[in-house]
T-cell receptor, first 112, second 111 residues
Framework: DTGVSQDPRHKITKRGQNVTFRCDPISEHNRLYWYRQTLGQGPEFLTY????????KSRLLSDRFSAERPKGSFSTLEIQRTEQGDSAMYLCASSFTSQGQYFGPGTRLTVT | QKEVEQDPGPLSVPEGAIVSLNCTYSNSAFQYFMWYRQYSRKGPELLMY????GNKEDGRFTAQVDKSSKYISLFIRDSQPSDSATYLCAMSGHNFNKFYFGSGTKLNVKP
């Protein structure tokens, strides 16, 4: 399967814990995006990488969120000191230059 | 005001009907327009991708963009029960640094 993959698919954590999600994009794609989606809403942009450079970050993203794409391949999204409001589906998408984005299956986070 | 507005539905149609899904937007800098289909608890699946104004057809799907009205549409011909899903519109400016999504329209095609 050469699509976008995400790990884990589900994560349950207690409030205050740190969590890290991984995204492996389609191999030739140089652009990588992270989104958050809650029930009944469309994906909300979090951050964007072109190769290893983080070029855009949502103003809505608190300092508890950080993302990396160290070698321009896979990416990680970390949430520190999780809060119940962080419960959502976290989606990763990749694209090549000016083409449309292809999404992964998402990581569903539940903060208890 | 949200950047992209989309009627949440739900929209219920009989099998074989023509479905029209729409989004409006406020930012005249948007140049790239996409439609996605999302099944429950799955990631969005890219259906159509268009640049600037005009029409694009792919099988039973037709995407239309009217930049003068800031209005985009997706038409589904001969709708099938398997088309039942949430449809999301998305758009971006020329640099692709950020994509803006509508909230999605839930479609139900009845057999």
């Amino acid at each position: 399967d050469t699509g976008v993959s995400q790990d884990p698919r589900h994560k349950i954590t207690k409030r205050g814990q740190n969590v890290t999600f991984r995204c492996d994009p389609i191999s030739e794609h140089n652009r990588l995006y992270w989104y958050r989606q809650t029930l009944g809403q469309g994906p909300e942009f979090l951050t964007y990488f072109q190769n290893e450079a983080q070029l855009e970050k949502s103003r809505l993203l608190s300092d508890r969120f950080s993302a990396e794409r160290p070698k321009g391949s896979f990416s990680t999204l970390e949430i520190q000191r999780t809060e119940q409001g962080d419960s959502a589906m976290y989606l990763c998408a990749s694209s090549f230059t000016s083409q449309g984005q292809y999404f992964g299956p998402g990581t569903r986070l539940t903060v208890t | 005001q949200k950047e992209v507005e989309q009627d949440p539905g739900p929209l219920s149609v009989p099998e074989g009907a023509i479905v029209s899904l729409n989004c409006t937007y406020s930012n005249s800098a948007f140049q790239y327009f996409m439609w996605y289909r999302q099944y429950s608890r799955k990631g969005p699946e890219l259906l159509m991708y268009t640049y600037s104004s005009g029409n694009k057809e792919d099988g039973r799907f037709t995407a239309q963009v009217d930049k003068s009205s800031k209005y985009i549409s997706l038409f589904i011909r001969d709708s099938q029960p398997s088309d039942s899903a949430t449809y999301l519109c998305a758009m971006s400016g020329h640099n692709f640094n950020k994509f803006y999504f509508g909230s999605g329209t839930k479609l139900n095609v009845k057999p």
